[in-house]
DNA sequence: CGCAGCCTTGAAGTAAATCAAGGATTGTGG
DNA sequence: CCACAATCCTTGATTTACTTCAAGGCTGCG
C-alpha cells in the first residue's frame, strides 16, 4: 500500500510515480496475476478495484493474507525478493499498472526520499500482517469478524470510501471464510449471529456497521497500528496540502 | 532481521552497520525492551540471544507474532513507524545494539544501496509474517507445531545454529503454544501425539526432528519464503566471500 | 528440604467442522 | 417474460478439535 490515508500523496511523488508507471492493464474479476514461485521483472500499482493475496493448502483450501483497495502498491517486495512467495488475484475488475523493477531502481537511486516512502508503504503492510496474526491466532469467529470489518472500515474511510457506518466490499462470504480462517457454513453462521444482535448486516457486497462501538470491543480493534494518525509516522517529507480522488473504481 | 542466511553479509555492510550502532546493551530474560505505544528515537540490533514480538489481548492472553535470532534488526520498522504498535521483548539474555534513528537515516541518504539491504531486511520479516497467516489460518494443532518447527529449523540451520536434526530453542511449551495461537495444555497433548508418533521430541528446549520428511509433510512447510536461496533475490549487490561466525551467544 | 515453574493427564464442556439438503438471487438463453 | 443453471447463502444434525477446569508429577534451585 502507498494509500496515505487522509495525508495526501504530494504532488512531486505522484509526478515520480507517473514517471515510473509503464503499461496499463484491466483485470477482470477473479484472475490470478501473479502465482506463487512466479519470477517477477515488474511490480503492479492497483488504480482501481480490490485485490487480494493468499496461499492455498494442500488441499486446495485458501487462505487469504490481505486485501489491495486502490491507490496500494501491490506487490513492491517483488523488487528485491523476485520470485513470489504467494499468489496475487483480483477480486473485482481491476485497472493495474505495470512498473518495471529497472524504472523502480532507477528512481530509488536517484531521489533516497522516494526510495523511503516504497520503504514505508510495505512496512504498513507488515503492520497490517502482523495483526492479522493477532486476529487469527487469538480472536473467535464473531470477533475475528468484527475485527476485519473494523479495520476495513477504517481503510476504506481513510480513502474516502465508507461513510460513517456504511460501505461496500464486494466480496463473497466465502472469501470472508477464507480472511478469518473459517468455513464458509461457519461465516455465515456468525454473520447471522451478529445480525440477530443488531451489531451489522452484510449482504451482497454491502456491510452496516449498526452497533459501531459493539463491534471495536468484540473486534478487540485498536486502530493504532493503521498509522493512520500523521502524528504515528515520519514521512521523511513535510506534508503538502491535500490533493486527493484520483483514482475511483 | 538482517541475517542473509548462508549469504554472508559483505563487508562494506558490516562497516557500515558498526558505523551507526550506539550503545550497546544487555537484557535479561523475559524483559519487555519496547511496549506497544511508545514512540522510538532507536532501532534495536539482535546481537546475541532471541526476541520476540508480541501482542496481548483484552484479557492478558498473549500471541507471539514473531521470533528473532541473533543477527536480526529487530524494529527497523520504527524508524518511519514511529510509535510501536506491538510490544516487543527478550527470550533468554541478550546483548543489543542500539542504533539511534538518525545515524540510520544519514547512512541511508549518504548510501543508497544500503538503504535498499535495510528494506530487504524488512520484507524478509513480512515473509514470515504472511506465512504465519497461513499456518494460524489453515492449519491444524499438530500441522501448526510441525510448521513451526521446520521454519525455525531452516532459520536456525541458515545461522549455523542447528545441525541435521537437532537444535536449541530456549522456549517453553507455554511459549509454543502463544506462537501457535493454543493452549498450553492443547500444545502440551499434541507434543505428546508427535513423540509418541516418533516424529518430533521437544525437552528443555532442544528440538529432536526425528522424522523430518514426516514434519515437513504434516506442516506443509515449504521454504521458499524464506528466501534462503541466493537465486531467489536479488541482494542489490555481488556476494563477496564467506565471512560469517561474527556473534554467538 | 521445600518451593516454583513447567509439564502432564483426565473429565467435561464448547466452538467449529463436516455432511447434507434446500432456498434465494442473479444471470442466460429461449 | 419465463425456464434454467449457476452461484451463493442458510439451516439442521452430527462429529471432531480444542478449551476449560482441576489435580498431580517432575525438575531444578535456593
Given amino acids: 500500500m502507498l494509500n496515505r490515508g487522509r495525508n495526501a500523496i504530494p504532488q512531486d511523488d505522484l509526478d515520480a510515480l507517473e514517471r515510473i508507471m509503464g503499461q496499463v492493464r484491466t483485470v477482470a474479476a477473479r484472475e490470478v496475476v501473479g502465482a506463487i514461485g512466479e519470477r517477477m521483472d515488474h511490480s503492479t500499482f492497483l488504480i ?3 485485490m487480494y493475496r ?4 494442500h488441499s486446495g483450501e485458501r487462505q487469504i493474507l490481505g486485501l489491495h483497495l486502490p491507490g496500494d502498491f501491490v506487490d513492491l517486495h517483488t523488487l528485491p525478493l523476485k520470485k513470489l512467495d504467494h499468489s496475487l488475484a483480483s477480486l473485482t475488475d481491476c485497472t493495474i499498472a505495470i512498473v518495471p523493477h529497472r524504472a523502480v531502481m532507477a528512481l530509488i537511486l536517484e531521489r533516497p526520499d522516494f526510495s523511503l516512502k516504497l520503504w514505508l508503504s510495505t512496512l504498513l503492510d507488515a503492520a497490517l500482517y502482523r495483526e492479522w496474526i493477532f486476529r487469527l491466532g487469538r480472536l473467535a469467529g464473531a470477533e475475528r469478524l468484527a475485527h476485519f470489518f473494523c479495520e476495513t472500515h477504517a481503510r476504506l474511510a481513510a480513502v474516502n470510501r465508507a461513510s460513517a457506518n456504511e460501505f461496500a466490499l464486494p466480496i463473497s462470504q466465502a472469501d470472508l471464510a477464507q480472511i478469518c480462517g473459517m ?3 461457519h461465516a455465515s453462521r456468525v454473520l447471522r449471529e451478529l445480525r440477530d444482535a ?21 473486534g478487540e480493534f485498536q486502530p493504532g497500528y493503521l498509522h493512520l494518525d500523521k502524528d504515528f509516522r515520519s514521512d521523511f517529507s513535510a506534508a503538502p496540502p491535500a490533493l486527493r480522488q484520483q483514482q475511483r473504481s
Same sequence: chains 1, 2.
Fill in 183 to 185: 468455513t464458509n457454513v
Fill in 198 to 218: 443488531n451489531v451489522l448486516t452484510f449482504r451482497r457486497g454491502i456491510v452496516n456497521m449498526i452497533d459501531y462501538p459493539a463491534l471495536m470491543r468484540l
Fill in 48 to 50: 482501481s478495484g480490490f
Fill in 54 to 57: 493468499f496461499l492455498d493448502d
